[in-house]
């Protein structure tokens, strides 16, 4: 059974950065596309990031310029590396993935708990 776990999710002051990780097991991340996601309630899952098995990456206007996504394929782990936050990142961030050589947003096969990260003024 797939499982992505992620981590780092945690309570930073405007400004600051966190670096989430999501971590896969009976799964390889560098034949797949993985991405990123984030929700609060009441809005619509927005895509964050997503890296692909070229490791192309792409990111959501919102985050573009401040968050990195990256595979580390020695240990089978994607990370967004988030910096210069703001109050409106504040979401549940999930971690997902699909095996395709197609890198979309859309359609994604697994999904990780999430992690919350929170941030304040």
């Known amino acids: 059974q797939v499982q992505l776990v992620e981590s780092g999710g945690g309570s930073v002051q405007a400004g600051g950065s966190l670096r989430l990780s999501c971590a896969a097991s009976?799964?390889?991340?560098?034949?797949?596309?993985t991405g990123w996601f984030r929700q609060t309630p009441g809005k619509e899952r927005e895509g964050v990031a997503r890296?692909?098995?070229?490791?192309?990456?792409t990111y959501g206007d919102s985050v573009k310029g401040r968050f990195t996504i990256s595979l580390d394929i020695a240990k089978n782990t994607v990370y967004l590396q988030m910096t210069s936050l703001k109050p409106e990142d504040t979401a549940m961030y999930y971690c997902?993935?699909?095996?395709?050589?197609?890198?979309?947003?859309?359609?994604?096969?697994?999904w990780g708990k999430g992690t919350l990260v929170t941030i304040s003024s």
């Open positions: 997902a993935a699909k095996t395709s050589w197609y890198c979309s947003f859309n359609a994604m096969d697994y």
């Open positions: 009976r799964y390889e991340f560098r034949t797949s596309c």
């Open positions: 890296i692909d098995m070229f490791n192309t990456t």
